[in-house]
């Protein structure tokens, strides 16, 4: 009973540890739209949410990994959270709760016939993250624009980058610039993709028949 207890706890910790690290991505959604505050065209994928929706995954990966009780999925979202930290001082927060995961998804018990499988679960899933935050900052461009009317109400143009700033259709250019990594449409859906997927994966993979359910549980209340 008193192992039931400590896993029981174990599972709770990570549960809530994985909505923090949700309402972290979170912050950082509003953090990231309050710095893009610069005059510019919009962007085509916003980076307030491209960037986040990593960081959310990693919450939810710890979240389904908890309800499931699968140490490796924790664990690797655990480690994702660590890894992440290195994208941006923003993104430093994520450290502590990513310990803490690993620490309570090692605490967590699986059963020893299913742990190579759910290894090689974890594994995917952190590939395929770390494969959408790839691909999210790889296929980026650079783009030039021009800005024309007024600060107020603004009409913004991409033009090529070997042009110069100057008068083009429909008034005065007031501001002009150079916007390097930017991200794209195709680098955006691919993410999209690569994060269901994680997602999907470790869902989908963690259910269990009813009657498998049912012995588990006779398993676990039967006396030693």
């Known amino acids: 009973?008193?192992?039931?207890?400590?896993?029981?706890?174990?599972?709770?910790?990570?549960?809530?540890?994985?909505?923090?690290?949700?309402?972290?991505a979170v912050a950082l959604s509003f953090f990231i739209g309050y710095q893009l505050r610069d005059p510019g065209?919009?962007?085509?994928?916003?980076r307030a949410i491209a960037i986040p929706a990593l960081y959310a995954t990693m919450g939810l990966l710890a979240i389904i990994g908890g309800l499931q009780r699968r140490p490796a999925s924790v664990v690797a979202a655990g480690v994702l959270c660590l890894a992440g930290t290195i994208l941006s001082i923003a993104t430093i927060e994520f450290a502590l709760p990513g310990i803490l995961l690993?620490?309570?998804?090692?605490?967590l018990q699986a059963r020893p016939?299913?742990?190579?499988?759910?290894?090689?679960?974890?594994?995917?899933?952190?590939?395929?993250?770390v494969s959408a935050?790839?691909?999210?900052?790889?296929?980026?461009?650079?783009?030039?624009?021009?800005?024309?009317?007024?600060?107020?109400?603004?009409?913004?143009?991409?033009?090529?980058?070997?042009?110069?700033?100057?008068?083009?259709?429909?008034?005065?250019?007031?501001?002009?610039?150079?916007?390097?990594g930017e991200l794209t449409i195709g680098g955006g859906l691919v993410e999209a993709v690569l994060l269901l997927g994680a997602l999907a994966l470790t869902a989908a993979t963690g259910r269990t028949r009813p009657g498998l359910s049912v012995l588990r549980s006779i398993d676990q209340e039967r006396p030693a």
């Open 102 to 107: 690993i620490l309570f998804g090692l605490r």
């Open 133 to 180: 935050a790839v691909a999210l900052l790889a296929m980026t461009e650079a783009r030039c624009w021009q800005a024309t009317g007024s600060p107020a109400n603004p009409t913004y143009a991409l033009i090529p980058c070997t042009s110069q700033a100057g008068l083009v259709a429909g008034g005065q250019t007031f501001a002009s610039g150079f916007d390097s």
């Open 1 to 24: 009973m008193k192992a039931i207890g400590g896993r029981d706890r174990a599972q709770r910790s990570v549960l809530k540890v994985g909505v923090v690290v949700l309402g972290l």
């Open 113 to 129: 016939a299913q742990r190579r499988r759910e290894a090689l679960i974890a594994a995917a899933a952190v590939l395929l993250v």
């Open 41 to 46: 065209p919009p962007e085509d994928i916003p």
